[in-house]
C-alpha cells in the first residue's frame, strides 16, 4: 500500500469515526425515587466519632461544628452499566453537575473526589479522624467549589463534577466525593432522606456513548 493511499485511508477512517459520534448527547438524572435508590450520603462529626449519621436528612459541612469539625460524604452507586437507565462504561462524559439543595449560608465549601471506599454505616472514627484531602483518602484537587453566600432560604447549588465521572466511566472506582468547608460557618443541604424527592441531591450527566467498532474482515 503506498504512503498516499496510507494517508487517505487513515483520514477516512478518523472521518468515519467522529461522524459516528451523535451530535446529540444522552442526558440522564440521578435522584432517589422509586426507580433509583443509589445515592448514598451522610455526615461524619468530630465531636460524635462514633455516630452513624446516615439516616439525617439534612447535613452540614462546617470546619467548627460546636467545636469539631463536620464532614459530608456522598457517592451515586450503579450510575454505569448496560441496562435502561444507566450510562454505558467507556462513554465520553460531556458535562456532569452535582445538585443540591441547600437552606443556610456558610463559608465556602470545595468538593474533593473520595479515593477510597467508604459505607453508609461511615463514622468520623471509622475514617481515621475524617477525611483528608491528602491525595490518598481524597483528591488534592478541587473537584469543585461553591462560594458560602446563599441569597435564598432554599437555594439549588450546582457543582460541576465532570472529571470525575469521566475517570469513574473510564474505569477507576467510583467512591463519590467529600464535601470540606473552607470555615467555621456551617454549609447546609438537604440529603438522599429528605421527604421532598425535589430537594434531594441529583446527578446530572450528558454523555456519547462509546463508538461501536465493527468487526475486522477477514482476509
Not at 53 to 74: K, P, R, Y
Not at 75 to 103: H, N
Not at 147 to 170: C, H, L, M, P, Y
Request: hydrophobic residues 35%; aromatic residues 10%.
Amino acid at each position: 500500500m503506498s504512503w498516499a493511499l496510507q494517508v487517505s485511508l487513515a483520514f477516512l477512517l478518523a472521518s468515519q469515526a467522529k461522524n459516528s459520534e451523535p451530535s446529540s448527547p444522552e442526558r440522564l438524572v440521578f435522584v432517589n425515587s422509586a426507580r433509583y435508590k443509589g445515592c448514598v450520603d451522610t455526615e461524619i462529626w468530630e465531636l460524635s466519632p462514633h455516630k452513624v449519621m446516615q439516616d439525617f436528612d439534612v447535613v452540614t459541612s462546617d470546619a467548627n461544628n460546636d467545636g469539631g469539625e463536620s464532614q459530608i460524604l456522598m457517592r451515586f452507586d450503579g450510575i454505569f452499566g448496560k441496562e435502561l437507565g444507566q450510562v454505558p462504561k467507556g462513554s465520553r462524559i460531556r458535562k456532569a453537575t452535582l445538585i443540591v439543595t441547600a437552606f443556610d449560608p456558610g463559608t465556602t465549601v470545595n468538593l474533593h473526589r473520595m479515593l477510597v471506599p467508604w459505607s453508609k454505616a461511615a463514622t468520623w472514627n471509622n475514617l481515621v479522624a475524617g477525611v483528608s484531602a491528602d491525595g490518598q483518602e481524597a483528591s488534592r484537587h478541587k473537584e469543585s467549589f461553591t462560594f458560602g453566600k446563599i441569597t435564598a432560604n432554599k437555594q439549588t447549588v450546582r457543582f460541576e463534577v465532570t472529571d470525575s465521572v469521566q475517570a469513574w466511566s473510564s474505569g477507576k472506582p467510583n467512591y463519590g466525593w467529600v464535601f470540606l468547608n473552607t470555615g467555621g460557618n456551617g454549609w447546609d443541604f438537604y440529603s438522599s432522606e429528605y421527604q421532598e424527592e425535589d430537594s434531594r441531591p441529583g446527578l446530572e450527566v450528558e454523555f456519547f456513548r462509546p463508538s461501536v467498532t465493527s468487526p475486522t474482515a477477514k482476509k
